[in-house]
Every structure is written in structure tokens, then in C-alpha cells.
């Protein structure tokens, strides 16, 4: 193996302990940070996500508080709990679980969330803002593992980059972010042709398509970054969308699955969540200041 290690689990930590002392300046002014989790129907899918957080938010000093509704809530139902989770100024973010039941299109849950309260960045507005290069509540993941790449001795400007894989919450923002840092950006996807040609000429690699040992170090130019994003079981392994041992052989730097983008993407939520507390705190002294 020839590639760093990226630890992301030490990038995680210093980020949690900024995060936590940001937290404990917003309590000291009167405003506890507080996370709220929704799910709905059998939540044993996303008991893991949701245990992992509220270790997390106790760490971050984010209170974190996670509600289950029955798996026959409609849809307007739901809206409504979204609705007075929105207007409730002692919540200052929302996270919504997946799954979902069928009749629960995710996408209109997260339209529902306020923007000042979409700690997860999948607001519309929230993702729409990065094309401004107006960086506010982003997408976590995506958000992640630009932050990941940032930390590596490598300038940004004029940097080309591969992104392999399109999809709204990952791969777009991935390239809007590093276009707005000054990166030369080749998104691909399902129908670009020879992914190898595009990958092979980057000076780092974002893959997040869900299709393990997509990417192979054959695809990789010597000593490029490699940030692997995917999240998949195989025979009872947590894998990425790297063949991680060619890879490794050829890569400058190289992300582990499990252990590289996952811890960074949870410091990113509770980053968010405090810095949405702060933004509510500014929003309501703007707006009910004393003239």
C-alpha cells in the first residue's frame, strides 16, 4: 500500500470539539442547540442511524430528542408534525429517518422542513444556495467529503476533479462546492462513456454511486486522492465503491469504508445543527429587537 490513510474519525474530532464550543457559547446566551429525529413505522432500519446520533448530539453538546410515529400517519399528517416542528422556537433542527413507507415521498418531507431548520442541507433552497456559492446548511455527506479533501496538502484552485456519480444530496452539490473553491470539475454518471478516461486525468476522485469496487486503481492517476463515499454490505462487510487493496496500490491518499467519510458526515449534522441555532437566534433578535 502506497496511499495515506485518511483518518476520518480524527477529522470528526477536532470538527466535534469546535462544534461543542460553539454549543456551549449559544447555551451561556440562552439558547440550547436541539436536535429533533423523526421517523416513521419500524424504525429497526434506522435505529442504528438514529442510537449513533444522539451519542453524537450528547457529545456535540446538542440536545437530541427522537420521535416514532405509526407507519399509517398520512401524509398531510406528517406535514402538520413538520409544520409545528418548524414553528416551535426550542427546535432548531429536523432530521427525517429513511426509510419511509411508500406512501411517504421523502421529498416532500424535506421541502416541508424550514430552511433555518434543515440540518441535513436537503431543503431545496439549502442545496440551490451552493450554485450562488452561498454555503449555509449543506447536504451533510457532500459537504463531508469536500471538507475530507480540504485537510489533504493539495491546492484547490485550478485542481481537477472526477466526480462519479450525479445525485442531487451527493454528487451535484460535490461539484458545485469545489467549482466554488476553484477546482476544474468532470461529473460522471450512468451514461458517461469510458468513466476511466475522465478519472484517470483527475488530481482527486469523489465516488458515490452505492456499487462496490466500482472504481479500481487502473482508474486512478498515481497519486491522486481518492474519496470513496459508498456505503455497501458485501458478505457481511461494510464496503465503499473502491476496490480498496488496487486502489490503495496507486492513490496518493485514500479514504477507509468504514471510518473515512461516515464519522465526518455525522460532525457535519451537528455542526449544522448549532449553526442553525445560531441563525434562529439571529433571525428572532432581527425580527422582534426592540427599536
Known sequence: MTATLIDGKAIAARMMAETR?????????GWQPRLVSVSVGDVAAAELYVRNQQRQ???AGVAFEARNYPSEISLEQLVGVLQGLNADPRVNGIIIQRPLPAHIPVKTLQKAVH???DVEGMHPSSIGNIVYNDLALGPCTAVAAVEILKTLPLQIEGLNVCVIGHSEIVGKPIAFLM??????VTVCHHMTRQVAVHSRGADAVFVAVGKPGLVTGAMLKPGAALIDIGINRVEGRTVGDADFASCAEVAGWITPVPGGVGPVTV???MKNAVLATSMQKNHYAAAFAVA
Open 21 to 29: 464550543a460553539a454549543a456551549e457559547a449559544l447555551v451561556a446566551a
Open 57 to 59: 448530539a450528547e457529545a
Open 115 to 117: 430552511p433555518l431548520k
Open 179 to 184: 467549482m466554488g473553491l476553484g477546482a476544474t
Open 267 to 269: 460532525a457535519i449534522l
